[in-house]
């Protein structure tokens, strides 16, 4: 759960200039990526800035934000479906959901192979799954990291990022991954160098049984 001083500063960060051109590249890159998704379900969505701004471009799709932190759902836009609850123990039914959104939120959940098991389950065959985890191996990454007030420091529980793509694959068939979002001094632009994208992606579908 997030406390309601560290969510004011998680927020505070998607409104200032460097804040906004992240979300702009993000949201570039989600829309790409989930263009054929009817519904999309967003896993610790948090604040779901972006889930609202994809909500504005695509009235016909419909997007579902879940959150264990109250707190950060308060300061969400209301125009998403949010709801609170724990991606360890989703509370939608088997092969519902047509695509499944993280947005650097799997590595901030206390047991993620529970809840790659959950989004399974709760995925249709062939639905896709989404993963943007935040890179450890970048500049950008290593800088949040030492600072020892960080949002990220105080709140991350994975950073091996080889281990979360090991049991991704035991759940999902990976069709596509790799590095996204160069940042460097506030500088923001494209790179897929492991050092300056400060995102690593995974997108997979889900197979049988
Ligand atoms: C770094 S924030 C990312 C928020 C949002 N996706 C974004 O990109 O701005 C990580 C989020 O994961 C949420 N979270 C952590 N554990 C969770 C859990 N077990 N179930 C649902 N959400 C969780 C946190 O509350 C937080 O909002």
């Known amino acids: 759960m997030v406390e309601k001083d560290l ?8 409104k200032n200039d460097f804040g906004k051109k992240v ?10 990526k989930l263009e054929d998704c009817k519904n ?3 896993i610790g969505c948090g604040p779901a800035f972006l889930e609202a701004k994809l909500q504005h471009i695509h009235p016909e799709k419909k997007i579902i934000g879940v959150d264990n932190s109250m707190e950060m759902l308060k300061q969400a836009s209301k125009t998403v479906d949010l709801s609170c609850g724990d991606g360890q123990n989703l509370m939608f039914k088997d092969a519902s959901i047509d695509c499944i959104l993280y947005l650097t939120s799997l590595e901030f959940i206390d047991n993620y192979k529970r809840a790659l098991e959950e989004s399974w389950r709760v995925l249709r065959e062939n639905g896709k799954i989404l993963l943007l985890l935040l890179n450890p191996r970048s500049y950008y990454f290593r800088e949040k990291y030492r600072n020892p007030g960080s949002y990220v420091r105080k709140n991350i529980k994975h950073t091996d990022a080889a281990k979360i793509k090991e049991a991704f694959s035991k759940y ?9 979002l160069g940042i460097l001094d506030n500088n923001v632009f494209d790179s897929n160098d492991p050092r300056l994208a400060s995102l690593y992606f995974l997108e997979g579908v889900k197979h049988g049984e």
């Open 7 to 14: 969510s004011t500063k998680y927020v505070k960060f998607y």
């Open 172 to 180: 999902f068939l990976i069709i596509d991954e790799g590095y996204y």
């Open 23 to 32: 979300l702009k590249r993000e949201l570039e890159f989600v829309n790409l």
């Open 40 to 42: 999309i379900l967003s």
